[in-house]
């Protein structure tokens, strides 16, 4: 099997699928965050390994707490991983950490903030033309 073939491609959507209810709804790790999504997973070609893409949205304790409480609760996750999903072998799931929603979501503060900073200038200079008249 390719590792962009259709069948790898709905493997990971189906496992992608699963390990974010498994994650929302059947681990009970008050480390894990509240706020923790999939973005992204890759599975080996060979179906033996998986790497899970998980984002935290919080402080960097918050999400140093998260990948924790998950690698704990990694042969959980695999057993009801394998109830689910129909697959010869489980892979092996390795949490990495992606910090685009954070990212995104600090970039459109920033851009917000960037904005009302012009908007302010603009009416202060309105109300100084005003003034001068």
């Known amino acids: 099997m390719r590792k962009n073939s259709i069948k790898n491609t709905r493997i990971n959507?189906?496992?992608?699928?699963?390990?974010?209810?498994?994650?929302?709804?059947?681990?009970?790790d008050p480390r894990i965050a509240p706020l923790t999504?999939?973005?992204s997973v890759e599975v080996a070609p060979d179906l033996k390994t998986c790497k899970a893409w998980i984002s935290v949205l919080g402080d960097e304790k918050a999400v140093e707490d998260t990948l924790a409480g998950l690698k704990s609760a990694?042969?959980?996750?695999?057993?009801?991983?394998?109830?689910?999903?129909?697959?010869?072998?489980?892979?092996?799931?390795?949490?990495i950490m992606d910090q685009s929603i954070a990212y995104g979501v600090s970039m459109s503060r920033k851009i917000d903030e960037v904005n009302r900073d012009l908007h302010k200038e603009a009416s202060d200079e309105e109300v100084q033309t005003e003034g001068e008249e």
């Open 37 to 39: 999504s999939v973005v």
């Open 74 to 95: 990694e042969g959980f996750i695999k057993t009801k991983l394998a109830r689910e999903v129909n697959l010869r072998n489980t892979p092996e799931i390795r949490f």
């Open 13 to 28: 959507g189906e496992i992608q699928r699963v390990l974010a209810e498994i994650i929302r709804t059947q681990i009970k």
